[in-house]
T-cell receptor, first 111, second 115 residues
Framework: EAQVTQNPRYLITVTGKKLTVTCSQNMNHEYMSWYRQDPGLGLRQIYYSMNVEVTDKGDVPEGYKVSRKEKRNFPLILESPSPNQTSLYFC??????????FGPGTRLTVT | AQSVTQLGSHVSVSEGALVLLRCNYSSSVPPYLFWYVQYPNQGLQLLLKYTSAATLVKGINGFEAEFKKSETSFHLTKPSAHMSDAAEYFCAVSGQNTGGFKTIFGAGTRLFVKA
C-alpha cells in the first residue's frame, strides 16, 4: 500500500529538549515536505526537499532542521523546542503531477 | 507573493443542499490548483486537482470545481450534501509561480452538514 508514515503520532515534551519526528514514504517520490497546521492558518510549509541531499526553506523554517540522506526518509528535527512550536505536523511526498500524499500527522505539545 | 484565500472559515448546509466552498488565488500565470479534505484526526487527502487541462474538474465523492482564470477562482461544489461530507476543506496552489516547489494552502473552510 502506498503511504506516508510518521512517528510518533503524539508527543509531549519540555522546552529545550531536542526531538526528531520521522517521516517515510514508499512511493519513490523525489519531493517531500513538512507542514505545520494551526487553527485559522491552514497548513504552512516548513521545509521541502527536491531530492536526496537537496533541501530548502519553506515559509516558516525558524526553529526547525531537516535532512534527506535517503530518498524515502525526511526527518524533522527540533533542536530546542519552544512552546510556540506546539502544533500539528504533517509530512507529505509529491508525485510528478504535484499531487501530495500526506502522513497521518504528529501532534506535538511543548510545555 | 502567491496567496490563496478561502472565503468563510465555516460553512453550514442542510443535508441534500448545494455545497459551495470558495477559493481565490493570486497568480500571474495559471498554476496547479488543488482541493484537499481533512476528516477529524486524519491527514489530508486529495479531492481534485486542476493542471491546465479541462477547466471543470471532477473529483471524488461527487465534488467538482471550476477553474475561472478571469476571476482567479477555483470554487468547490457538490450538488447535494451528505452527512459524511462534514470535514475541513483546503484549497492549495502549486507550480512554477510559487517558487517552483512550494505549495501554498488556504486557511481552510470547515463544512457542517445539518440533518
Amino acid at each position: 500500500e502506498a503511504q506516508v508514515t510518521q512517528n510518533p503520532r503524539y508527543l509531549i515534551t519540555v522546552t529545550g529538549k531536542k526531538l526528531t519526528v520521522t517521516c517515510s514514504q514508499n512511493m519513490n517520490h523525489e519531493y517531500m515536505s513538512w507542514y505545520r497546521q494551526d487553527p485559522g492558518l491552514g497548513l504552512r510549509q516548513i521545509y521541502y526537499s527536491m531530492n536526496v541531499e537537496v533541501t530548502d526553506k519553506g515559509d516558516v523554517p525558524e526553529g526547525y532542521k531537516v535532512s534527506r540522506k535517503e530518498k524515502r526518509n525526511f526527518p524533522l528535527i527540533l533542536e530546542s523546542p519552544s512552546p510556540n512550536q506546539t502544533s500539528l505536523y504533517f509530512c507529505a511526498s509529491r508525485d510528478s503531477s504535484y499531487e501530495q500524499y500526506f502522513g497521518p500527522g504528529t501532534r506535538l505539545t511543548v510545555t | 507573493a502567491q496567496s490563496v484565500t478561502q472565503l468563510g472559515s465555516h460553512v453550514s448546509v442542510s443535508e441534500g443542499a448545494l455545497v459551495l466552498l470558495r477559493c481565490n488565488y493570486s497568480s500571474s500565470v495559471p498554476p496547479y490548483l488543488f482541493w484537499y479534505v481533512q476528516y477529524p484526526n486524519q491527514g489530508l487527502q486529495l479531492l481534485l486537482k486542476y493542471t491546465s487541462a479541462a477547466t471543470l474538474v471532477k473529483g471524488i465523492n461527487g465534488f467538482e470545481a471550476e477553474f475561472k482564470k478571469s476571476e482567479t477562482s477555483f470554487h468547490l461544489t457538490k450538488p447535494s450534501a451528505h452527512m459524511s461530507d462534514a470535514a475541513e476543506y483546503f484549497c492549495a496552489v502549486s507550480g512554477q509561480n510559487t517558487g517552483g516547489f512550494k505549495t501554498i494552502f488556504g486557511a481552510g473552510t470547515r463544512l457542517f452538514v445539518k440533518a
